[in-house]
Nanobody, 126 residues
Framework: QVQLVESGGGLVQAGDSLRLSCAASGRTFNRDAMGWFRRAPGKEREFVASISWNGDSTYYADSVKARFTISRDNAKNTVYLQMNSLKPEDTAVYYC???????????????????WGQGTQVTVSS
């Protein structure tokens, strides 16, 4: 059974940092692109960041560019999202997703991804 399990969420103050992790099991994703999405209360799911299979291509939503960094460790079958300078508007449930190919272009479309995690809550207080 393929599983993506996110961790690292929590309650922080504006300006703080968090690092989210997404550990995959049941299948090796070291040849597949990965992405992070989020869903804020009352809003649609939105793209956050994506990374190609070998990390040579990354893409970010404008709202998180220069604050968030996506990375991966293929030996651990894990992808990360380092979030700095957090803002209250970053409050959301964060989901990781895995594609079935090494590149997904900018990766903004949820339909590019075949597997999804259950999400981890990030709450940023002002």
């Amino acid at each position: 059974q393929v599983q993506l399990v996110e961790s690292g969420g929590g309650l922080v103050q504006a300006g703080d940092s968090l690092r989210l992790s997404c550990a995959a099991s049941g299948r090796t994703f070291n040849r597949d692109a990965m992405g992070w999405f989020r869903r804020a209360p009352g809003k649609e799911r939105e793209f956050v960041a994506s990374i190609s299979w070998n990390g040579d291509s990354t893409y970010y939503a404008d709202s998180v560019k220069a604050r968030f960094t996506i990375s991966r460790d293929n030996a651990k079958n894990t992808v990360y999202l380092q979030m700095n300078s957090l803002k209250p508007e970053d409050t959301a449930v964060y989901y990781c997703a895995a594609a079935l190919r090494g590149y997904v272009g900018n990766g903004v479309r949820p339909s590019e991804y075949a597997y999804w995690g259950q999400g981890t809550q990030v709450t940023v207080s002002s």
